[in-house]
């Protein structure tokens, strides 16, 4: 080999190894079309009980690598107006404008910033939340589910998180008592990784 030839191809090593990294990390398709994934929500009822809700539509992808985790990214758009606390009255007004006013915001996102591992298949994601017209950062907690060969040919990877954020962080305003003005959401999501 030439010298130029060697020169050449040392100087390429980095832009392929490179390549070589970006092409190891997997997108996936959130699964609610199976109704794997689940986006649910408690806020405290008086400081009494919890008040349990869920959205019923949402959609998503995230890309993961297992050698890589902190470059996992992740966007997720939610339909307010899915909200479902299994209380048609009072979902109602939770779609009101006292709450997620679904006719000025139809939709919420998720959109991941960073990625910081703990080990032991636990991270914190950060990314920004869009609610009811409303931007903020929000940081989550993740712990890895699994990840691996499904039935039907199909290669999947599970996680869970968890956050809790202040009401009026999102301009929503209504007085629900003192016992009410934080809101924790739950998230499963199971994804399927792209042909």
């Known amino acids: ?32 079309k ?9 806020i405290k ?9 869920r959205f019923n539509e949402f959609e998503g992808t995230f890309s993961y690598d297992d050698k890589k985790p902190a470059d996992s990214k992740i966007n997720v758009t939610i339909k307010t107006a899915s909200v ?9 007004h939770i779609r009101s404008k006292d709450f997620l006013n679904v006719n000025k915001h139809p939709t919420a996102t998720f959109k991941s910033k960073k990625v910081t591992e703990n080990g032991n298949g636990t991270a914190k994601l950060i990314g920004d939340l869009t609610l009811n017209g409303v931007t ?6 993740v712990n890895k589910i699994g990840e691996g060969k499904d039935p039907w040919g199909g290669y999947r990877a599970g996680f ?22 934080e ?13």
């Open 1 to 32: 080999m030439s010298t130029l030839r060697k020169t050449l191809a040392i100087a390429l090593l980095p832009v392929s190894m490179s390549f070589a990294s970006i092409a190891s990390a997997a997108d996936y398709v959130i699964d609610t």
């Open 34 to 42: 199976g109704a794997h994934a689940f986006i649910q929500f408690k």
């Open 45 to 53: 009822h008086l400081g009494y009980s919890w008040l349990v809700g």
């Open 84 to 92: 479902d606390s299994n209380h048609a009255e009072r979902d109602k």
């Open 136 to 141: 903020k950062e929000v940081a989550i907690d």
């Open 160 to 181: 869970e998180g968890t956050t809790k954020f202040a009401l009026k962080d999102f301009n929503i305003n209504y007085d629900l008592g003192p016992a009410s003005q």
């Open 183 to 195: 809101v924790e959401m739950y998230l499963s999501i199971e994804g399927v990784r792209k042909s």
